[in-house]
């Protein structure tokens, strides 16, 4: 068998570089003879940075810059192209991985980082600037951001807000006479298709995974909304409903209002940039990997992505996750997937199942029955 491995980081325990040698070593166990080729992707989210630097080449560069929260400083890395291309992950910066979320991290949550990366990464004299979004402990719209280009957040006394996504409650004018204006072209690398409020939108579709409680939604939204009323009055802007706005806690709104970005799939930018099609045409099966799978996953996250790509020259795909979050056949048949397993036993905790991530995924892969096998 000719095995094409397209594995996604397996979040919190298993990078897509990591989870590649895993399967590659183990398939290599029971198929001795077998054509194995190891294609890491990502789809915007965690290991976007390192999987495109690691197909374009170029130089990555480290930059100390603001955290999650205004009170934490972290060196984030980023690069730079053959192409001079900027490649960014929002991670980097304001990841969820930063910090222990809580109620508290997520009402102070900022994106000042990312503001920060991106003037670190304009003073390279780029062409053009990829951000992957995914993974990201912020919630506040991109606002911090927009602070860091100089934008001025004011509340109804005229009085700069203090930082945090919380503090949008109170913002009443914005004012942006000190502006810099980002002239770079920026691509957002996301699949996410939620907007930026309502019932599918950044508060109560991610904040909770950010440490929000119930009680805190409604003010988090309410917050969000405030900002985008200020934002539509003051700049004639309104991207909030556009879909994809609401990613990164309302980070690809910010990105949409203040730096002119557009939206690109990030999974088929990665697909194209990897080569994935010339490669998938001489496989007999896709492998490919998810820390968690639900109904999410649909709206076109990575294993959605290789799926669909797979399907058009009817190339089976077995998917290896760590969780699955909903019917799993349903979710099977809606992706068109030849196989979804779950490596971890439903009564392992989800901090015994990252531990044991490596042996669970090599002894999943090890016992299925690959066809033809």
């Not at 979004?133 to 509340?155: I, K």
């Not at 990665?270 to 496989?283: A, K, P």
Request: aromatic share 6%; with cysteine.
């Amino acid at each position: 068998m000719n095995f094409l491995l397209a594995p996604n980081a397996m979040k919190g325990s298993l990078s897509s570089r990591k989870t590649a040698a895993i399967l590659a070593k183990t398939l290599r166990r029971r198929f001795r003879e077998a054509e194995i080729i190891s294609l890491p992707v990502a789809d915007g989210g965690n290991g976007t940075l390192d999987c495109l630097m690691n197909a374009l080449g170029g130089t990555m560069y480290e930059q100390e810059v603001t955290g999650p929260i205004m009170s934490t400083k972290v060196n984030a890395r980023f690069g730079i192209t053959k192409d001079n291309i900027a490649i960014i992950e929002s991670a980097e910066a304001v990841g969820l991985h930063l910090l222990s979320p809580s109620p508290e991290t997520i009402a102070q949550s900022t994106s000042f980082g990312i503001g920060e990366l991106l003037l670190a990464a304009q003073q390279h004299s780029v062409k053009e600037i990829w951000i992957g979004l995914g993974g990201t402990a912020t919630n506040d719209g991109g606002a911090g951001m927009a602070r860091c280009f100089g934008t001025s957040l004011m509340d109804e006394q005229g009085e700069e807000l203090r930082n945090g996504s919380i503090a949008l409650l109170q913002i009443n004018d914005i004012i942006i006479d000190t502006f810099r204006q980002f002239q770079i072209p920026i691509k957002i690398l996301s699949d996410v298709q939620n907007p930026l409020l309502g019932e599918h939108g950044a508060t109560y579709t991610f904040a909770r995974q950010k440490g929000a409680t119930e009680e805190q939604h409604p003010y988090l939204e309410a917050a969000l909304k405030n900002f985008s009323d200020v934002v539509s009055r003051t700049l004639q802007k309104d991207y909030s409903s556009v879909p994809g706005s609401g990613a990164a806690g309302g980070l690809a709104y910010g990105l949409l209002t203040f730096c002119n970005a557009q939206i690109v799939s990030g999974i088929d930018t990665v697909l194209d940039t990897i080569g994935f099609d010339e490669q998938l045409q001489q496989c007999d099966c896709v492998i490919t990997t998810e820390g968690k799978i639900d109904g999410q996953t649909l709206f076109g996250k990575g294993i959605a992505g290789i799926a669909k790509r797979a399907r058009t020259l009817n190339k089976p795909v077995h998917a290896f996750v760590g969780r699955i979050d909903g019917d799993a056949e349903s979710l099977r048949t809606s992706l068109g997937l030849a196989s979804l397993t779950q490596i971890s036993p439903d009564e392992l905790t989800t901090e015994q199942a990252i531990r044991d991530a490596s042996w669970l995924l090599a002894d999943a892969v090890f016992n299925y029955k690959f066809k033809n096998s």
